[in-house]
């Protein structure tokens, strides 16, 4: 059995780079993934946490709900970004500069 | 049987209500009663909530049995009727404003109700698991709300960053309550406080979710450095969205702050100055303070100006979420207090605000407003009173609210951080008084864009109503702050 320190540790790393892939990308559609991956991450360490300790499924419950959760999250962010492309035709987070002091 | 479900009333009346609504969107044509019709549905469960209040949640006993993950207790219902209340009137206010600006699609009122669900179960919430869904809920419904002005850049800009930004955090905290049910085996609330405060954990994970919970709780807040989204989401924004956002989405954010600090965090290690996270909280309420003044005096745009002024609210409240750490019954109760001080006032400004422009002729920048006061009085006297209710002037209802959390700060024994907050409240007179110069004592700019006042029983309604709570709260305190008190001492 692969012990529960190694899923920690892709989790973690998983995290990480969806983490610096929202601080560094500029593409609005990337910046959606990037999300998706740090929370999968999230997924996997709880899933991982679970299978640790199998005397409750209190962490795949949670996994579960937060899969439904990101579903309806990620729609409602495509939604944004088809209403932004709609209205400025680009994608590039950088061109979305309306809103200044 | 019949006092557990009284425990679910209002979020059952606010579930079904929406349904409701949206079922009537889509099978009549009348899209005028929607308006009143949701605010008759808020303050059906705002009512319910009250009567649950008044049974007393510990005769509600059974509740717990079929909602397990649900607590019950004087803090949920002082949040269920607050969330309700302010619902309530943001929804009248949208009644008017969509009508006027042409932006009248009746799923507005569901999607405003079904987030002011989401923010009850973010405040009742006593699992992870249904403080990620109320989060999810509330929030997913605020990102729509503020791009609701389809055709708008400006709307669909603003909400897509508040959605960026926003997932980002719930990302973050989400991956620390991981860590925390790692290390504890626990998601449960009063399970990872038992857990955390029992066993002689110090593992370094601990420390990790700690942060990234409380950076994900900060983005929610608006707290400075997390809230580049702010003034950007709230001037996109349809003004009433602008108001629900203000006013609910930042008390459901304060509402699983405290729970979260006080409860899960709320051990001698986690919440002890020299080890846990009140310096860190009380930084993050020094720099928004002090950022978020100084940056709204600076403000052509009023919404940017009541956005920045929002966030130094936050900062006076972590002021408050601080002292709970030495004097957590009182401290509590005054940053209860102060939320409903600052809904009411805030959701006022903004319908005050409303009522200033018309189609085409809304009111943007300050020189928007210049001379209003004479030109229309009866429109201009309501801003006026609700700004100076922010600014904490006496015998308004911000006044107080500022004076029960600086005294709580001070008897905590935290006097650098009550005079940095003092000292700020002196700052943000200055943009406050800048909107009585321009309403008052200037003459529009020749060929300037004029704001035409719109009219709207909807909207009078609300500015009625936030009016009534401002001076109740103001003039006579003591029921809601007996209210506010009862929560400390059970909590």
């Not at chain 2, 249904?130 to 999810?136: A, D, K, P, Y």
């Not at chain 2, 809920?137 to 603003?158: D, H, V, W």
């Not at chain 2, 001698?268 to 950022?291: H, N």
Request: hydrophobic share 60%.
């Amino acid at each position: 059995m692969i012990p529960v320190e190694h899923y920690i540790a892709l989790s973690s790393i998983l995290f990480t780079i969806g983490g610096i892939g929202f601080l560094a990308r500029r593409n609005m559609i990337l910046l959606l993934v990037s999300i998706e991956v740090m929370l999968n991450a999230v997924n996997l360490a709880l899933v991982a946490f679970n299978r640790a300790r199998p005397e409750t499924h209190a962490g795949q419950m949670l996994s579960f709900f937060l899969i439904a959760a990101e579903a309806a999250e990620l729609a409602i962010g495509l939604a944004i970004v088809l209403a932004v492309y709609r209205l400025k035709k680009t994608v590039r987070v950088d061109d979305a500069n309306l809103l200044r002091h | 049987m019949m006092p557990s479900i009284l425990a679910l009333m209002p979020m059952l009346v606010i579930g079904f209500g929406a349904l409701a609504l949206m079922l009537a969107e889509v099978l009549t044509d009348a899209k005028t009663g929607l308006a009143v019709g949701t605010a008759v549905v808020l303050f059906t469960a705002a009512a319910f909530a009250c009567a649950g209040w008044m049974v007393g949640p510990e005769n509600l006993g059974d509740a717990a049995v079929f909602a397990p993950w649900l607590v019950f207790d004087r803090f949920t219902l002082f949040f269920e009727v607050l969330l309700a209340l302010s619902g309530a009137l943001a929804a009248l206010v949208a009644g008017g404003y969509l009508r006027e600006h042409g932006i009248d699609r009746g799923e507005f009122y569901a999607i405003l109700s079904f987030s002011t669900l989401g923010a009850m179960m973010l405040a009742a919430a006593g699992d992870v698991l249904m403080l990620f869904v109320g989060l999810e809920t509330m929030s997913i419904g605020a990102y729509a709300l503020a791009g609701f002005r389809r055709g708008s850049p400006k709307s669909a800009e603003g909400a897509l960053k508040y959605f960026l930004l926003g997932s980002f955090a719930a990302a973050l905290m989400m991956f620390g309550f991981a860590l925390l049910y790692g290390a504890t085996g626990h998601t449960d609330l009063a399970g990872l406080h038992n857990a955390l405060a029992s066993e002689s954990l110090r593992s370094p994970s601990i420390v990790i979710a700690l942060a990234l919970v409380l950076a994900g709780l900060a983005f929610k807040v608006s707290a400075v450095p997390f809230h580049m989204w702010t003034p950007d989401a709230y001037e996109g924004a349809p003004t009433p969205a602008t108001a629900f956002m203000a006013a609910s989405v930042k008390a459901g954010g304060f509402a699983v702050l405290l729970r979260v600090l006080l409860t899960v965090f709320g051990d001698e290690r986690s919440a002890s100055w020299a080890t846990g996270w009140p310096p860190v909280v009380a930084l993050l309420a020094v720099l928004t303070m002090t950022v978020a003044n100084l940056v709204a005096g600076r403000q052509e745009s009023i919404k940017r100006m009541l956005a920045y002024s929002s966030i130094a609210h936050a900062g006076y409240l972590l002021v408050g979420v601080v002292a709970a750490i030495r004097a957590p019954a009182q401290a509590q109760s005054a940053v209860l207090f102060y939320l409903a001080t600052y809904s009411v006032s805030t959701i006022g400004a903004f319908a005050a605000l409303v009522l200033c422009g018309s189609r085409g002729a809304e009111v943007v920048s300050y020189e928007d407003l210049a001379g209003l006061g004479r030109r229309h009085p009866a429109v201009a006297l309501p801003f006026a009173f609700f700004i100076l209710s922010l600014a904490g002037m006496p015998p308004m209802a911000g006044f107080f609210g500022k004076w029960f959390v600086f005294k709580a700060a001070m008897d905590a024994g935290l006097h650098g951080l009550t005079v940095i907050a003092f000292i700020n409240s002196v700052i943000a007179a200055y943009y406050y008084l800048k909107v009585f110069v321009f309403l008052y004592m200037r003459e529009p700019a020749a060929g300037a864009p004029i704001a035409k006042p719109m009219w709207s029983g909807e909207v009078v309604t609300a500015i009625a109503l936030c009016a009534f709570f401002v001076l109740l709260l103001g003039l006579a305190p003591g029921a809601v702050l007996d209210a506010a008190l009862a929560v400390g001492g059970a909590g």
